[in-house]
């Protein structure tokens, strides 16, 4: 299996397979949302599209980055998320870097979403699926962001079959800018707790995979068939 390593801008073809990754936090949270009951999560492609979809749906749950925000009803923190009730509801989330990157490859025939918390999975998907190759979107940092590209360094890694020891890559993870910066709370709308909910490898049994269904971008958890909750 090839594999490749591209920040957002830096995919310019269509991939037969494309691993978004974002841990910090979009796709921890969007993995959150689906333990907490969500049918899906709605990728949307900006804060006015988010909006306009919680207009036409007013019983869908939009989420953004940042603090707080009329029209909003949460914000991408793992942490002030988990104890919500989602049961049944659709999700509607727009973020700076993990939904832009997921739209980037929309016409991919497979397109994952990932973190660490879905990363066993995640790599499970793939071994099922067996590409000749996987294209690893690393959203943050402009593809240069270490704890996005160590998770998708790891999944690649197990998805390959190899026996990967996780510790070097949640360490590069926790020593990321990004772990710092929530960690000293110096991105609004998060929580200190938020690095080590994103750190808990394979807390969830599923992989999550997006399809456009009509006009937009729709994420729901798959299990693998090799998994233990299959």
């Known amino acids: ?42 990728l949307a492609e900006s804060l006015e599209d988010a909006l306009a979809q919680k207009a036409r749906h007013p019983d869908w749950v939009t989420l953004k980055d940042g603090p707080p925000a009329p029209g909003f009803d949460l914000i991408n923190s793992p942490a002030l998320l988990r104890n919500t009730d989602l049961s049944g509801r659709t999700v509607v989330q727009k973020t700076t ?89 110096v991105r609004e709308g998060s929580s200190p707790e938020d690095v080590a909910l994103c750190l808990e490898l394979d807390r969830f049994p599923f992989a999550m995979a997006a399809t456009v269904e009509g006009s937009l971008m729709v994420l729901r958890q798959v299990t693998p068939t090799d998994s233990p909750s299959a």
């Open 1 to 42: 299996m090839r594999t490749y390593f591209p920040g957002i801008a830096e995919v310019t073809d269509v991939p037969d397979v494309a691993v978004v990754v974002d841990v910090m936090r979009a796709y921890t949270v969007a993995a959150w949302a689906f333990a907490r009951g969500a049918e899906r999560v709605v």
């Open 97 to 185: 870097a993990g939904t832009v990157g997921a739209l980037a490859v929309k016409d991919a025939p497979l397109v994952l979403c990932a973190s660490f918390v879905v990363a066993e999975a995640t790599a499970g998907l793939l071994r099922e699926r067996a590409p000749r190759e996987v294209t690893f979107v690393v959203t943050g940092g402009s593809g240069r962001a270490e704890e996005d590209l160590a998770c998708a360094e790891y999944i690649a890694g197990r998805a390959g079959g190899d026996a990967v020891n996780a510790g070097p890559y949640l360490r590069r993870a926790a020593a990321s800018r990004s772990a710092a910066e929530l960690t000293q709370g």
